[in-house]
Every structure is written in structure tokens, then in C-alpha cells.
């Protein structure tokens, strides 16, 4: 619970880091975290990829009607599992999924990291969502620091 709520400021502290000013903003924030390829719900009847479309559309109409606040919406990671359905390109099903999604923006997770350096290179490729993260050393993977957002900054 600490890891997301940590991820949930990172995501925040970016975003409205423009503002110069401070004020009142009432927003929905919704996140989704450790879907670790699991799309199925649960035996009582939570979690589920079409549950979680279902509530990141329906929020995000009632907000474009003016029914709602602005609607923010975050993955926070461990999209991937490393022993589930492994079959080297889980990358692709879960990047299709998150480019569906279209979250405001997303952070790795460390089984993001667990796929390895190609099979994370082409995840990070076929996102057309920002990911941004903090406390990564890539070291050596300099590749992959060019598919890392260092902000995220939107304007009106």
C-alpha cells in the first residue's frame, strides 16, 4: 500500500508542478496497480481488464459531461508477472491493454523489470502512454532511460 500511495504523489507532484499558484481542485483520482497479467475478476467478484475499462470510461464521461470532477487516471505498475503466461510476448497484450486504457500517465513496477531488458524495451516501444518513474538506475541500459518520461506537464 505504501509503493502506491508513493506512486500516486510521484504521478501528482509532476503534474502540478506547473501550477505557480496554489488552489482549491476537486478531482477524481482513479489508479490501477498489480494487475501482475491477471484480466480474469476475482472469485468475489473484484478486479477484471473489462471492470476496469468499465470504470475508467464511465468516470471519464461523467467528467467530460461537467457530471464530475476532472477525472486523473494512474497505473502504478506490476503489469507483468514473471511465472504467469509467459510466453515472452505478455509485453504486447499488456501494452494493447494500457494504450486502452490511456492512463494519465504510469509507473514501472519491479515486474516490469522482471521480463527482461529486450521484452521491457518493446513494452516501453508500443505505449503511447507516458511512464514516469523515480529511484531507477538503468546503469548500463541506457536505452531504456529514452522511453521514460522525466515529466509529465499538461495544460488547458
Not at 96 to 108: Q, S
Request: net charge negative; charged share 15%; hydrophobic share 40%.
Amino acid at each position: 500500500m505504501g509503493s502506491i500511495l508513493i506512486g500516486i504523489l510521484q504521478v501528482l507532484v509532476v503534474l502540478f508542478s506547473q501550477f505557480e499558484e496554489s488552489y482549491y481542485l476537486e478531482l477524481t483520482l482513479l489508479h490501477s496497480n498489480n494487475i501482475n497479467f491477471c484480466f480474469e475478476e476475482t472469485s468475489d467478484k473484484t478486479g477484471g481488464a473489462a471492470r476496469v475499462l468499465y470504470y475508467v470510461k464511465k468516470y471519464r464521461k461523467e467528467a467530460e459531461e461537467g457530471n464530475s470532477p476532472p477525472v486523473i487516471y494512474v497505473n502504478i505498475g506490476d503489469n507483468f508477472s514473471a511465472n504467469r503466461y509467459n510466453t515472452g510476448n505478455q509485453w504486447k497484450i499488456i501494452a494493447d491493454y494500457l494504450n486502452l486504457l490511456r492512463p494519465d500517465a504510469m509507473c514501472l513496477g519491479n515486474h516490469e523489470l522482471n521480463v527482461g531488458v529486450e521484452n521491457l524495451t518493446l513494452f516501453l516501444q508500443h505505449l503511447v502512454v507516458p511512464v514516469i518513474t523515480a529511484n531507477i538506475n538503468f546503469g548500463h541500459q541506457h536505452t531504456l532511460q529514452t522511453y521514460i518520461t522525466k515529466k509529465v506537464i499538461t495544460s488547458n
